[in-house]
């Protein structure tokens, strides 16, 4: 079996608050790491009222304290909202806090609109372009090379870095810097295949990897049986369509079939993300599972999947390991 994953959003419920979407992403890090899970990713957003992982270093160092072994990582940090001094600094703390057990998934999509962008005093564009630029510089702060201002912490730091992608740039700079590289297929499926040979024709062999190292996303949703699986489902479903139309906010709770509610465009938009999911009992997520993989002979998966209630997606996480192994 390859190494399994997670991908936590940090969702708030509606009704809940930031205090206990927290809570509930340490407990289910502590869950995931019981259970043989690989790593726990946290993703940067900002701006969004549902989601409380914007502060992604720090939210880190809660996770940190409340495991003992899994890797924990961002999933990513998008670099065109930050400069490199301070992501050294900020994963060169969690490293000294965390030995060996830090990873830092970067990313070159801000995440983030004008509003965004204006607020955190970012030129945006001009900082995209740059980010071959920044991934090289905090490789050189990460490895103590010779710099103006050396990261302290973060110089001498064994971060695990990986490129992020949902398209080809990604997939070529990973290929070029020889860095492993996780495609974000669990919500941007469209150029998957092609980004995934890009970078196994292309890579260059380095000091981190010998060889090309893929890890894919899948939104994964494991429950007792098929009809209960995809009622859980029905709250990413919701978010997905508030945010296609323009009313994004918190997690909402599931809705029995829901899905029978949407206009035909917005429900082939739903099918269309799908072709990276395994939604349903573990026969079904086993079997979803095992076709993505061929599909995409990826090294890792790693799962993503809000579920309105906390125990229901601890138990989805404990379902898809019994059901894979």
């Given at each position: 079996?390859?190494?399994?994953?997670?991908?936590?959003?940090?969702?708030?419920r509606e009704g809940?608050t930031?205090?206990q979407?927290?809570?509930e992403?340490?407990?289910?890090?502590h869950?995931?790491e019981?259970l043989?899970?690989?790593?726990?990713?946290?993703?940067?957003?900002h701006g969004?009222?549902?989601?409380?992982g914007?502060a992604?270093?720090?939210?880190?160092?809660?996770i940190?304290?409340?495991?003992?072994?899994?890797?924990?990582?961002?999933?990513?940090?998008?670099?065109p909202?930050?400069?490199?001094?301070?992501?050294?600094?900020?994963?060169?703390?969690l490293?000294?806090?965390?030995?060996?057990?830090?990873?830092?998934?970067l990313?070159?999509?801000?995440?983030?609109?004008?509003?965004?962008?204006?607020?955190?005093r970012?030129?945006?564009?001009?900082?995209?372009?740059?980010?071959?630029?920044?991934?090289?510089e905090?490789?050189a702060?990460?490895?103590?090379?010779?710099?103006p201002v050396?990261?302290?912490?973060?110089?001498?730091?064994?971060v695990?870095?990986w490129?992020?992608?949902?398209?080809?740039?990604?997939?070529?700079l990973?290929a070029h810097?020889?860095l492993?590289?996780?495609?974000?297929?669990?919500?941007?499926p469209?150029?998957?295949?092609?980004?995934l040979?890009?970078?196994?024709?292309?890579?260059q062999?380095?000091e981190?990897?010998?060889?090309?190292?893929v890890?894919?996303?899948m939104t994964?949703?494991?429950?007792e049986?098929?009809?209960e699986?995809?009622l859980?489902?029905?709250s990413?479903?919701?978010?997905?369509?508030?945010?296609r139309?323009?009313?994004?906010?918190?997690?909402?709770?599931?809705v029995?079939n829901?899905r029978?509610?949407l206009?035909?465009?917005l429900?082939?938009?739903l099918?269309f993300?799908?072709?990276?999911?395994a939604?349903?009992?573990?026969?079904?997520?086993?079997?979803?599972?095992?076709?993505?993989?061929?599909?995409?002979?990826?090294?890792?998966?790693?799962?993503?999947?809000?579920?309105?209630?906390p125990?229901?997606?601890?138990?989805?996480?404990?379902?898809?390991?019994?059901?894979?192994?």
């Amino acid at each position: 079996m390859i190494p399994l994953s997670v991908l936590d959003l940090v969702p708030v419920r509606e009704g809940g608050t930031v205090s206990q979407a927290l809570d509930e992403a340490g407990k289910l890090a502590h869950a995931a790491e019981a259970l043989g899970y690989k790593r726990f990713w946290i993703a940067e957003h900002h701006g969004m009222e549902g989601i409380a992982g914007g502060a992604t270093s720090v939210v880190l160092a809660h996770i940190g304290h409340a495991t003992s072994s899994i890797r924990i990582g961002a999933g990513g940090v998008m670099l065109p909202n930050h400069n490199p001094l301070v992501i050294s600094e900020q994963f060169g703390t969690l490293d000294a806090l965390f030995p060996s057990r830090v990873d830092l998934g970067l990313g070159r999509a801000p995440g983030a609109d004008s509003r965004i962008a204006q607020a955190l005093r970012k030129d945006l564009m001009q900082s995209a372009e740059r980010f071959p630029q920044d991934v090289m510089e905090l490789q050189a702060r990460f490895a103590d090379r010779a710099m103006p201002v050396r990261s302290t912490p973060g110089a001498g730091a064994e971060v695990e870095m990986w490129i992020l992608g949902s398209s080809l740039f990604g997939a070529s700079l990973a290929a070029h810097l020889g860095l492993p590289y996780a495609f974000a297929s669990h919500f941007a499926p469209a150029q998957l295949d092609q980004a995934l040979r890009v970078y196994r024709e292309n890579f260059q062999p380095s000091e981190t990897l010998d060889r090309p190292h893929v890890m894919v996303g899948m939104t994964v949703i494991a429950a007792e049986t098929d009809d209960e699986a995809t009622l859980l489902a029905s709250s990413i479903d919701q978010g997905f369509v508030a945010l296609r139309t323009g009313n994004p906010g918190r997690l909402r709770p599931p809705v029995p079939n829901y899905r029978d509610s949407l206009p035909p465009e917005l429900s082939a938009s739903l099918d269309f993300m799908r072709q990276a999911s395994a939604i349903g009992s573990p026969e079904t997520v086993r079997r979803e599972i095992g076709r993505f993989i061929e599909r995409t002979q990826a090294d890792e998966i790693i799962v993503a999947g809000n579920v309105w209630d906390p125990a229901a997606r601890r138990r989805s996480l404990e379902l898809t390991m019994e059901a894979m192994r």
